[in-house]
């Protein structure tokens, strides 16, 4: 089946690709794909319908931000049906077929470690407390795809401030849900479950960086990481970590999923840079997801931290953004 599936792979490519070097990287992906058993799925973009679960409106309790009002979102179909989630499978249609075993409430999140309110929350008080906001921000993927996603969250740093970290609190570790029977794809060694990703503290007090609980004023659908999940639109899209079920402040910088998975193409950093190519993915263009046709998708220049150098190259000053990338 998987050699089946490399072949078409192939032939797209071939009419896929116009550029030489794009090309190579593709086919050394593939390669590697083949060998991992990971990320074809960049090809499955043409999604017909699939709602996927979602759930209540929150449109009442969601104040509108000026964050991306210039921007057009993408359909709710579309960033329903084009998803990276390997808890649910490797395919960019997976997630909204299967994720239906996802049980998104009741949902606690643990939050621990290097901070004085240590608990166990249910999600309901947890949130409860803040504001929801509506935020359009722009989304990139490593893969070189991108998209413009209107979110429903709070802010992180409000949620952070809460439970007083520690001077010795240095990095913010999130973790995924670990559950073989809601997440049939952890029951494949695909990743080294459960999925963690983490900031440094200044990051995540940033004000850009936010706690998503929704999209298009309603919540989650579990394909996109229902009930919880984390936005940094400045950082590629493994950064943005789904269906969190703990919180942990530490002093030492942690290895998150695909810098284990490959500590040689995945960084801790991952600010989204046209300059730094991915081994397998020029970063210098990106493919406008649903825009263009099959054979001339539409591509954009990508942008320095995504366009949100303004607010966030500060946190940078002084670190090389090619050896940390
Ligand atoms: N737990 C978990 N979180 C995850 C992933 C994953 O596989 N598991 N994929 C990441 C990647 S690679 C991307 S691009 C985004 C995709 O988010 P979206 O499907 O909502 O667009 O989720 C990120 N968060
Ligand atoms: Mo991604």
Not at 93 to 122: F, I, M
Not at 166 to 179: E, G, H, I, Q, R
Not at 296 to 322: C, M, Q
Request: contains cysteine; positive net charge; charged residues 25%.
């Amino acid at each position: 089946m998987k050699n089946k599936v490399i072949k078409v792979m192939k032939k797209i490519t071939e009419h896929y690709i116009t550029d030489e070097s794009h090309y190579l990287n593709r086919r050394s992906f593939i390669k590697k794909s083949a060998r991992f058993g990971i990320g074809l799925a960049a090809f499955n973009a043409f999604s017909s319908s699939a709602e996927g679960v979602h759930g209540g409106d929150l449109s009442d309790k969601t104040i509108l931000t000026n964050y991306g009002k210039d921007l057009t979102p993408h359909s709710f179909k579309e960033i329903t049906n084009y998803n990276n989630f390997y808890e649910f499978g490797t395919g960019k249609r997976d997630p909204a077929k299967n994720a239906h075993t996802l049980k998104p409430k009741p949902w606690h999140v643990k939050v621990s470690g290097e901070c004085a309110k240590q608990g166990d929350y249910d999600l309901e008080d947890f949130i409860a407390p803040y504001q929801l906001e509506e935020r359009t921000y722009r989304f990139r993927c490593v893969e070189a795809w991108s998209m413009v996603i209107p979110w429903v969250g709070v802010p992180l740093a409000s949620v952070l401030k809460t439970f007083k970290p520690t001077s010795k609190a240095k990095y913010v570790v999130f973790k995924t849900l670990m559950d073989k029977e809601q997440m049939p794809g952890q029951k494949r060694a695909t990743l080294n479950w459960p999925y963690i990703e983490a900031l440094t503290i200044a990051e995540a007090m940033n004000p850009l960086s936010f706690l998503a609980v929704g999209l298009y004023g309603k919540t989650l659908p579990n394909q996109n990481g229902a009930p919880l999940r984390l936005v940094v639109p400045w950082k590629y899209g493994f950064k943005n970590i789904k269906s969190i079920v703990s919180i942990h402040f530490q002093e030492t910088m942690p290895i998150n999923t695909w810098q284990d998975q490959a500590a040689s193409e995945y960084g801790f950093y991952a600010n989204v840079n046209p300059e730094v190519d991915h081994p397998r993915w020029s970063q210098a263009r990106e493919r406008v997801i649903g825009k263009g046709s099959f054979f001339s998708p539409k591509k954009r220049k990508t942008e320095l931290f995504n366009g949100y150098g303004d607010e966030v190259a500060h946190l940078y000053t002084g670190l090389d953004l090619v050896k940390n990338f």
